[in-house]
Each structure stands twice: as C-alpha cells, then as structure tokens.
C-alpha cells in the first residue's frame, strides 16, 4: 500500500498573513484621516477593536514605518508620521524628476494601445472632477500606468514609496481653490504632447505638473 504523505501546504502558499491585512487596514485610516498625522497610535486600542493580538499590530506598524507612514519613538510608541514643509517639497522634487522623465520615455517608445490606455483613463479623471476622492484615485490610476508603460520597475518602486508620503499631506494637495481644474488641463496638455511624441515637452510638462502641484501642497503655517 502506498505511503500517504504527510507534507503539509508551503506557508508561501497561505493567505496573506495577519499582520499585512492588519497594515492595510491601518494604512486606510491614515489616508481616510482616521489616525491624524502626528496622532499616537493606541495599540491596546486598535487591537481590542479589530480582535487581535499585540504581534500582528506591531508587526503591521513595523511595515508601515518602513514606508514612512508610522514613526517609531523609543518609550513612547508608534506615531502616525507629520510631514514638515521640508518632507513635502523633497516628496515633491523628487516625483517631478523620476516622472518628468517617465513622461518623455513614454512619449517616445508607448506604441498605440499603451496611448490609448492612458487616453482612456484620462477620461476618467475628466468624468470624476466633481468628486475629489475620486479624482484622486483616477489621478493615480493614470500615473501609475504612465510609469507601467515606462517599465522601469526600480523607478516604479520608488514612485510608489514616495506616493505613500505624499498621501499623508493630500488634505492639502488639490484642495487649493482651482487646483483642480489646473491640474486637469496639464493633464490634458501631456495628453496631447505624448499623442505627439513630443519627448522634451511631455517632459518639460510634468516637472511643471509636479512643480503646481507642490505650490497647492504646501502645509499651512
């Protein structure tokens, strides 16, 4: 009679574990405004609420430290981060360079569909102006497939570091009064300039994209 084999599932193989569902959650109430930058995170708290134990939270704070959502202070716990002035215009600059030059790759080499693709999700912001959130996520949807088609996967790791920062300063972002119909005619003026393969000038266009953006940006005194 055969053996049965005993081996159980590879644990790469398991669900996502506790601790990043837990990271996701608290990533959310950080951009929802739920935990206020500069806020104590009450681990004790959190836990009771989502009914879980003290090692998949400080596991999940551990992962949102690393991208700079959370700040870690010895003997006096987790903080959700508070970005200075100076965060966000670093923030800010280094976008505007690994973009600008994401946008005159793009101009250059994206073939007709990849165009097409961005034209359609340019719509889409088009159709959301009336609700900020969702023009939010429509503008992030068509900056993250500007770099998928610019397939530098070092760049997109550092874009999206960077985005995660930004995130916590979006209060501010946008909201200026115009802004937002500002930053939809660049966004139709790169439209046309990478229709164009116009490089220099799809490039040129979002440094200027990024460079508005962080006059709207910046934290009140």
């Not at 681990?43 to 690393?66: D, F, H, N, Q």
């Not at 034209?119 to 009336?130: F, G, K």
């Not at 220099?200 to 508005?212: K, V």
Request: net charge neutral.
């Amino acid at each position: 009679m055969p053996a049965t084999s005993s081996a159980q599932p590879s644990a790469s193989l398991a669900p996502r574990a506790l601790y990043q569902e837990v990271a996701e959650r608290l990533r959310q109430q950080i951009y929802g405004r739920e935990l206020e930058p500069g806020a104590w995170i009450d681990e004790l708290k959190l836990c009771k609420e989502m009914g879980i134990s003290r090692t998949p939270m400080r596991e999940a704070l551990k992962v949102l430290a690393v991208e700079g959502l959370v700040t870690m202070k010895v003997r006096r716990g987790a903080y959700v981060t508070e970005l200075s002035e100076r965060d966000v215009r670093e923030a800010y600059q280094l976008l505007a360079l690994l973009e600008s030059d994401a946008a005159g790759e793009v101009a250059r080499k994206a073939d007709a569909r990849q165009l097409a693709e961005l034209q359609h999700l340019h719509e889409q912001l088009e159709a959301r102006l009336a609700d900020r959130d969702q023009f939010f996520a429509a503008n992030e949807e068509f900056h993250r497939k500007l770099l998928e088609i610019d397939d530098n996967r070092l760049r997109q790791h550092l874009v999206s570091d960077l985005r995660r920062i930004i995130k916590l300063n979006r209060h501010h972002s946008l909201f200026k009064a115009g802004r937002l119909l500002d930053s939809l005619q660049e966004h139709r003026e790169l439209m046309a300039e990478l229709a164009a393969r116009s490089p220099a000038r799809a490039t040129e266009l979002m440094r200027l994209h990024f460079q508005n953006g962080l006059a709207a940006a910046q934290i009140p005194a």
